[in-house]
């Protein structure tokens, strides 16, 4: 360990280890507030919140996660030719969102995934903000769990807050939901379509509802592709 006392510039070396000490504590104490409060919210229903904020859905190219948020998209769209549903391919849905908004920019693209999904691809959001499509939201269906393994607590269930994630990447638009009237907030910027932006949708732990989707990759990517070349 060094000897702070005995390097060159102490001082200077001190107030800058006291400084960043002074932060961490007072990151960590932000954390166990946003943890606290989460927890004692009564967060919404995602059967009712995600076409509430969606709205008409066939304005979108929607790209869909895996688990929770495929249900979520096959249910409201019954898997129409402008959705693609993620199945088994974890970290998957930024980046192909990213891929299609640039490639189509005359199109409104949106990404429906969970935070678990996200969670393995933060990197993408980097990129993301770093590119700014304007023509790219998402949506994080966050849960705090990760659906498609068991419903263990994600990271996100124990502090990490996405939302700010994606400001510092440097999001221009982003907005947490944890009540109606934010809800109501949150579909203004789908109806604005000004993006990039991100949009955190807290849930309960409530199921998604039932859907049996098409697991024929291959078909569902044709279909996907002919509407997007029609």
Same mark, same amino acid.
């Given at each position: 360990i060094y000897n702070l006392k005995k390097m060159p510039n102490t001082k200077s070396a001190i107030r800058r280890v006291r400084r960043v000490k002074k932060q961490t504590r007072v990151n960590r104490i932000r954390k166990s507030k946003? #943890?606290?409060?989460?927890?004692?919210?009564? =967060?919404?229903?995602?059967? $009712?919140? %995600?076409?509430? &904020?969606?709205?008409?859905? #066939?304005?979108?190219?929607?790209?869909?996660? =895996?688990?929770?948020?495929? $249900?979520? %998209?096959?249910? &409201?769209?019954?898997?129409s030719p402008n959705t693609f549903l993620f199945g088994g391919a974890m970290g998957g849905a930024l980046p192909t969102s990213l891929g299609l908004a640039l490639s189509r920019p005359n199109d409104r693209v949106l990404c429906v995934s969970g935070d678990g999904d996200i969670l393995m691809s933060m990197g993408c959001l980097a990129t993301i903000a770093t590119i700014k499509p304007k023509n790219l939201i998402i949506i994080c269906v966050d849960n705090a769990s990760y659906l498609e393994t068991g419903g263990q607590t994600s990271h996100t269930g124990l502090g990490v807050n996405l939302d700010m994630i994606a400001k510092g990447c440097g999001f221009p638009i982003t907005k947490t939901i944890v009540t109606e009237q934010e809800l109501l907030e949150g579909k203004k910027i789908l109806d604005n379509f000004s993006g990039p932006a991100f949009i955190l949708l807290k849930v309960n732990k409530s199921s998604p509802p039932k859907y049996s989707r098409n697991w024929n990759a291959s078909e569902e990517k044709s279909k996907f592709r002919k509407n997007l070349i029609n």
């Open positions: 946003y #943890k606290n409060a989460i927890k004692k919210m009564d =967060l919404l229903d995602r059967k $009712k919140a %995600i076409p509430t &904020l969606i709205g008409d859905n #066939k304005r979108f190219l929607i790209i869909s996660g =895996l688990a929770g948020p495929a $249900k979520d %998209i096959g249910f &409201l769209t019954k898997e």
